[in-house]
């Protein structure tokens, strides 16, 4: 049997588990059609998760759906990022071989972490061999924090902690690595230039993305000393969460009211931005030197979905996300708006591949990974009803492919919607089955 094929007892399993996760009470608002849609997607969804299931955990895209030309060969590895976000948004599917392929996810990146505490980008499957850096050997400082927080959820939701034990020292080596990218002592991270998930990006210094992760990351890791009996630390490193979420919060949410403002906090580049008004989401980046006011869409779904961002300032964020149309032609773009060429921001390393042109990949692609994100977050803010729908958008820019149907491709054209990513890209599917699972619990359970 060909093994992206199901059994008769996986057969079983997903008709039960779509019976739960679509009940027509509850989807009421679309029609049979639609609801049937969802049904298919959602075993799409597995199948997709399914053919990036590999010994070492999980490839990024399907290694037998999709052929690599020159650089692509990266694709053939277990990447941090991608591998522990696919696992953290799989931990609800009650599979054993799915699970497997978590906790090999982590097993591998651990296990070649560097002397100075650095987990790799990413390890090639065939070779076993680990990549520190992105593009233009960048340190990748995102893999490191997904990685640890990877671990404390996978431990939390499985009971099973011996990947903790057996890695402690690891771990906190890789909270020592991080740490020291604070180098002034602020709280936040100073981020080199292209040096996370978006990495053929300009972004630098202070960027929101990885500061909501580096919040996330300290209050994991928290958890999981709490775990071996050291509160004290714990609490320190929560104590330390807490700041950065006054220092984030101040620092990436310019206002005029001054009422918002932590007086106790020493005055930094954010008050210069009175005279420029008051945002409705967290700017993107800022330096000492300069400032983006752009909408980093990823950065901003994260923070309310991890609890950084309260629920007031998030439906702020939401309306004018959807006001601009942030969803269309599908579920959603990463950036908005894109950077042209011309602009202070641009840089001309954008037309590598011309994969950062506008409405390109980094540069205001469609991801379908954000674009679950994106359903969970509306849902969260208690529009149960918009979110179902948005789901179903969700579905329709995955049933598409180059190939053939029902790809979940990597990314899409910000004005087509037209798929150029990977086919069957481990996380877009992963974030569509999450989404399918947390449309069903109360809006304020959701921690991812």
């Known amino acids: 049997m060909d093994k992206h094929q199901s059994n008769g007892a996986d057969n079983r399993s997903n008709e039960a588990g779509r019976r739960l996760l679509f009940r027509p009470d509850e989807y009421r608002e679309l029609s049979p059609d639609e609801q049937a849609f969802l049904e298919e997607g959602y075993d799409r969804a597995l199948d997709a998760l399914r053919r990036n299931v590999t010994s070492m955990g999980f490839s990024a895209c399907s290694l037998a759906d999709n052929e690599s030309y020159g650089t692509d060969v990266n694709y053939r590895s277990i990447w941090a990022r991608d591998g522990a976000i696919t696992a953290i948004w799989t931990l609800d599917i009650d599979d054993e071989e799915v699970r497997k392929a978590q906790a090999a996810t982590f097993e591998t990146l651990l296990s070649r972490q ?60 890789a909270m020592d690595w991080l740490s020291a990218h604070d180098s002034n002592n602020c709280g936040l991270l100073e981020i080199p230039e292209a040096s996370d998930w978006a990495d053929l990006f300009g972004y630098s210094y ?56 932590a007086s106790d906090l020493p005055p930094n580049f954010t008050d210069t931005q009175f005279s420029l008004g008051d945002s409705r989401y967290l700017v993107a980046q800022i330096s000492p030197f300069s400032f983006s006011w752009r909408c980093d869409v990823y950065g901003n779904l994260l923070a309310f979905l991890t609890g950084l961002l309260d629920a007031k300032r998030a439906m702020m964020t939401f309306r004018f996300l959807w006001g601009v149309g942030i969803n269309d032609p599908g579920p959603v773009k990463n950036l908005y708006p894109p950077v042209q060429a011309g602009d202070p921001e641009w840089r001309s390393y954008y037309a590598v591949n011309l994969l950062n042109l506008p409405n390109h990949y980094h540069n205001g692609g469609i991801w379908p990974f954000i674009g679950g994100m994106w359903v969970r977050y509306i849902h969260k803010l208690g529009m149960g009803d918009l979110a179902r729908r948005e789901l179903v958008k969700l579905a329709r820019l995955c049933s598409g492919g180059v190939s053939s149907e029902w790809e979940f491709n990597e990314w899409h054209h910000g004005v087509t919607g037209r798929p150029m990513g990977k086919a069957y890209q481990a996380w877009s599917a992963a974030s569509f089955l999450r989404a399918c699972h947390d449309l069903h619990l109360d809006p304020e359970s959701i921690g991812h």
């Open 206 to 261: 202070h960027v929101l993305y990885d500061e909501v992760l580096w919040h996330r990351t300290l209050e994991c890791f928290a958890a999981m000393l709490d775990y071996q009996g050291e509160t004290d630390r714990a609490n320190d490193y929560r104590k330390h969460a807490a700041h950065v979420s006054r220092v984030l919060l101040r620092s990436f949410w310019p206002t005029t009211n001054r009422a918002d403002i």
């Open 114 to 173: 560097s002397p100075t505490g650095q987990i790799p980008a990413n390890v090639r499957i065939e070779s076993g061999e680990p990549d520190y850096s992105g593009v233009g050997g960048i340190a990748s400082i995102d893999s490191v924090m997904w990685t640890i927080i990877g671990v404390a959820l996978y431990s939390s939701a499985t009971g099973d902690w011996d990947l903790v034990e057996r890695n402690s020292g690891r771990l906190q080596r």
